[in-house]
């Protein structure tokens, strides 16, 4: 699977090869205002699978950082520094990603009362347990 997508002025670009390690759903906080949406929608890569262009604006949340496009600041990519995966947008993809079905959902305690939950997902009150422990 090879992907592609970027922001919304064209000035940041990116192409994931590869399928995702994991797709999800996060209700919190900062996903809510970071999306400006109920919920963020996003999956993992490998961050060696993921291919950059363009200047990136960071703002610090969470473990890691919000990846930007600075011109147009749509909201992108976010990653802790040497992390090995990189946590995209899919929003942002060229094509709809239809495909990329979330298989888990973060901060269900914050979930709107309106919005189901996705059947077949696992639903995290809070934060996603590590599978190390």
């Known amino acids: ?10 000035q940041v670009r990116y192409e994931l090869d590869g399928e995702p390690i994991r797709v999800g759903i996060c209700h919190c906080e900062t996903c809510r205002k970071s ?5 963020s929608y996003f ?11 363009g200047e990136l604006g ?9 990846r930007f496009c600075p011109a147009c600041g749509s909201p992108l990519f976010c990653w802790a520094e040497g992390a090995d995966e ?13 495909a990329l079905v979330p298989a888990y ?10 919005l189901a939950h996705q059947k077949g ?4 009150t809070r934060d996603r347990e590590k599978p190390d422990g």
């Not at 999306?35 to 919920?39: K, R």
């Open 1 to 10: 699977m090879k992907l592609s997508g970027g922001c919304n002025c064209g």
């Open 35 to 39: 999306s400006g949406s109920a919920f």
């Open 43 to 53: 999956g993992i890569w490998p961050r060696a699978s993921a291919t950059l262009s």
């Open 58 to 66: 960071c703002w610090q949340a969470r473990a890691g950082g919000e």
């Open 86 to 98: 990189i946590e995209v947008k899919l929003g942002t993809l060229d094509s709809p990603p239809s």
């Open 105 to 114: 959902e973060l901060w269900t305690i914050r979930r709107e009362p309106w």
């Open 121 to 124: 997902a696992e639903q995290h």
